[in-house]
C-alpha cells in the first residue's frame, strides 16, 4: 500500500507579470541557440571586430605604447577614423551571419509538430509570441552591433580632446539608428522565412536567396530601364544607403534617401504580412 | 500536487448546482463563407462534459473558439464566467488545452517542455520546474521525463500532452479527442486519470470525443452537436429524459391486435423485428400490464427486458430527430 497517494491539486499561486510573459519565449530560445558549443564558438568569433576596432582606438591614445613601435605609429594615430569609417560593414556582417544561423529554427521549429497550438492556448497573443521571438534577435545581434559601436564611440570621446564627442555626436546617432535598422530588417525576414519555411537549412539559403535575388533583380532593372528604378528591390543598397545617409556620405544609390527607407519599410511590413498570415495556432480550412 | 491521501476534496455538487463552465450565447462561428457553429445555446455545469458529434459536427471549432483560434461571427460564450469576446486572455490563463494532434518542439525534453509551457501561463520559473516534475510524474511519465518529446510513442506523447494541460492547475481542462491513437490498456489508465481530475471538482473537464464508451464511462454531462447545431444535452447521472427506460419484448407470434392494444394505452412502440419489438412506457403503465394486453391477444410474451437508453441510443436519436426535424 502505497504511503502517499498521488493526487491531482490545482495550483492557487500568484502568477508572473503578464507584460514580460513574452520574455519566457525569448529565455528558451536563447538557451536552445547556445545549446550547441559550434554556435557559442561562432558567437564568440563574431566578436573579434569590435575587440580589435576597440583595443586600436585604445592603442592610438596610448603613447607610451606608440613610442615603443614607432613604425607604426603614423598608422595607428590615423586609425579612429579609418574605423568609424568601416566599422558599421564589419558588425554587420557577422550580425546578418548569426541571423542567417539562428532565425530559421525559431518559428519552425514550433510549427512543425503544431507546437503553436498549445504555445497559442496560453494567456499570450501572436504579438507577444513574435515579440518574443523577434528579441531573441535583437538580444543577440546587439552586443555585435550598437552596444560596441557606441562603446568604441565612448572609449574614443574619453581618449580624444573634450569636444570630440560633442563635434562627433552625429556617428553615434548613426551607428545606433544604423544597427537597429539593420538588426529589424534582417531579424524580421529571417523570422518571414522561418515561419514559411519548415527546414532550416532550407530556411538559411532563403534568406541568402532573398537578399542576393533582390540585389540581382534590381541590378536587372536598372540596366533594362537605364534608371535607378530598380534601386528599389535592391535591398542590400536600400540598407547601405540609409546607413551612409545617416552618417552624411554619399550614397550608393541615386534615388533619393527617402525612396531607400521605403524599400526597408516596405520589406519590414511584409515580413510582419507573413508572419501574421502563418502564425496561427490552427488552420483555417474554410 | 503530491498530498497525503487524507487529502481529499468534498464530493462534488450535483450538475444542477454547479456554476456554469461555459454557457453559450448564440454563438456563431464562420470559418471562409461557411457557418461551422449555428447559433449554439446552453450552458455546461457538469464536472466532466462530454462533446459528442460525428465527424464535421463542429466540435473541435468549438473547442478553439473558446480558445479565441476562431473569432466568433455572432453571439458569445461565457467561459468560467469571463466573455469570449472581451476576456480572451483571461479564459485562456484559466484552461489547459489537449489538441487532437501532436503538439510538441520534437528537439525538447518533456520536462523542458512541460515547464516551458507553464512558464507561458505563469508560473514563476521554478515553480513551473516543480510542477513540469510532478505533472509528468502523475501521468506516469516520470522515467521518461528527460527524453525528447520526439522519440515517444503515440501513448506517450498523449500524456505528455496531458501533462502540460495541467501543469499551470487550470480550472478547465479541454480535451479533443484525447484517446486517439491509445491501446486499450493506455485508454483504460487515461481515462482513469481524467475521472481522477475530474472528481475533485476543482477543475472541470469537457472532453471533445465521437467514441461513445470513453464519454459515458467518463462523463457526468453530454452535449451533442451535429452540422454546427446544438441538438441535444444529457445529463448522464439522473437526467431520466436524457436516458429514456423502455421494455424489450419478444412476442411468441407476431398480433397487431396486442399492438394496438399497447399503443391505445400510450407506449410508444418500435418494431424491430417481426417478434421483437421495444416498448415505452408512459407514465403509471407497468410491466404487468403488457402481460395482461398479451393474455387478452390470446400471445405469450417470451422475452421481456427492463433497459435505459444507452449513450448510444440517445446520440442516435439525436441525430435522427435532427434529421427528421431539418
Known amino acids: 500500500m502505497p504511503v502517499l497517494d498521488r493526487v491531482w491539486k490545482r495550483w492557487k499561486g500568484t502568477a508572473t507579470s503578464i507584460h514580460g510573459r513574452f520574455f519566457v519565449i525569448t529565455r528558451f530560445a536563447l538557451a536552445d541557440a547556445f545549446a550547441s558549443r559550434t554556435f557559442l564558438a561562432f558567437y564568440v568569433l563574431c566578436f573579434l571586430p569590435s575587440l580589435i576596432a576597440l583595443l586600436a582606438v585604445y592603442l592610438s591614445h596610448n603613447t607610451a605604447i606608440l613610442e615603443q613601435a614607432s613604425a607604426i605609429q603614423d598608422w595607428l594615430i590615423e586609425i579612429p577614423e579609418w574605423i568609424f569609417h568601416h566599422l558599421f560593414g564589419w558588425q554587420a556582417m557577422p550580425a546578418f551571419l548569426i541571423a542567417v544561423v539562428v532565425a530559421p529554427s525559431l518559428i519552425a521549429a514550433d510549427m512543425g509538430h503544431n507546437a503553436l497550438a498549445v504555445v497559442l492556448s496560453r494567456p499570450i497573443t501572436r504579438r507577444e509570441y513574435i515579440l518574443g521571438k523577434l528579441t531573441v534577435l535583437l538580444v543577440l545581434l546587439s552586443p555585435l552591433t550598437w552596444v560596441p559601436a557606441l562603446a568604441l564611440f565612448g572609449l574614443q570621446a574619453s581618449l580624444a580632446n573634450g569636444s570630440w564627442g560633442v563635434t562627433n555626436l552625429r556617428i553615434a546617432a548613426a551607428y545606433l539608428i544604423g544597427h537597429w535598422i539593420w538588426m529589424l530588417v534582417i531579424s524580421l525576414l529571417g523570422l518571414a522565412v522561418s515561419a514559411t519555411v519548415r527546414f532550416a537549412t532550407l530556411a538559411r539559403g532563403a534568406i541568402l536567396a532573398i537578399f542576393l535575388v533582390s540585389a540581382v533583380a534590381g541590378g536587372i532593372i536598372n540596366q533594362l530601364t537605364r534608371s535607378s528604378l530598380g534601386d528599389l528591390l535592391h535591398l542590400p543598397k536600400a540598407v547601405t544607403s540609409v546607413v551612409m545617409g545617416l552618417f552624411g556620405a554619399p550614397t550608393p544609390s541615386d534615388l533619393p534617401i527617402m525612396f531607400n527607407w521605403a524599400t526597408l519599410i516596405v520589406a519590414a511590413l511584409l515580413s510582419l504580412w507573413v508572419l501574421n498570415r502563418r502564425l496561427r495556432a490552427c488552420e483555417e480550412i474554410a | ?326
Open chain 2, 1 to 326: 500536487m503530491m498530498v497525503t491521501s487524507t487529502d481529499r476534496s468534498p464530493a462534488p455538487l450535483g450538475i444542477s448546482e454547479q456554476v456554469p463552465v461555459i454557457e453559450l450565447q448564440d454563438l456563431c462561428v464562420h470559418l471562409g463563407n461557411r457557418l461551422i457553429l449555428n447559433q449554439l445555446r446552453g450552458s455546461l455545469k457538469g464536472n466532466i462534459v462530454g462533446l459528442l458529434g460525428p465527424n464535421g459536427a463542429g466540435k473541435t471549432t468549438l473547442l478553439r473558439t473558446l480558445l479565441g483560434f476562431y473569432s466568433a461571427g455572432s453571439g458569445d460564450a461565457r467561459v468560467l464566467g469571463h466573455s469570449l469576446r472581451s476576456e480572451g486572455r483571461d479564459i485562456r490563463a484559466l484552461v489547459g488545452y489537449m489538441p487532437e494532434d501532436d503538439a510538441h518542439i520534437a528537439g525538447m525534453t518533456a520536462i523542458r517542455w512541460v515547464r516551458f509551457l507553464g512558464e507561458l501561463s505563469g508560473l514563476p520559473s521554478d515553480t513551473a520546474l516543480e510542477r513540469g516534475h510532478e505533472a509528468l510524474g502523475y501521468v506516469g511519465l516520470g522515467e521518461a521525463r528527460y527524453r525528447k518529446v520526439g522519440t515517444f510513442s503515440t501513448g506517450m506523447k498523449q500524456l505528455v500532452k496531458l501533462a502540460q494541460a495541467l501543469v499551470h492547475g487550470p480550472r478547465l481542462l479541454l480535451l479533443d479527442e484525447p484517446t486517439n491513437g491509445l491501446d486499450p490498456a493506455a485508454r483504460a489508465r487515461f481515462l482513469e486519470l481524467v475521472t481522477e481530475v475530474g472528481a475533485r471538482g476543482e477543475t472541470r473537464i469537457l472532453i471533445s470525443s465521437h467514441l461513445l464508451g470513453d464519454v459515458e464511462r467518463v462523463c457526468d454531462e453530454v452535449v451533442i452537436l451535429k452540422a454546427g447545431i446544438l441538438v441535444a444535452t444529457c445529463d448522464l447521472r439522473t437526467d431520466p429524459d436524457g436516458k429514456q427506460p423502455f421494455v424489450e419484448l419478444e412476442l411468441s407470434t407476431f398480433s397487431r391486435e396486442f399492438i394496438d392494444n399497447i399503443e391505445a394505452q400510450g407506449c410508444g412502440i418500435v418494431i424491430r423485428a417481426k417478434t421483437r419489438i421495444q416498448v415505452e412506457l408512459p407514465t403509471g403503465l407497468e410491466i404487468r400490464d403488457l402481460f395482461r394486453a398479451a393474455l387478452s391477444c390470446g400471445i405469450g410474451l417470451r422475452r421481456v427486458n427492463l433497459r435505459r437508453d444507452s449513450l448510444q441510443d440517445v446520440f442516435l436519436r439525436a441525430m435522427e430527430d435532427n434529421n427528421a426535424s431539418s
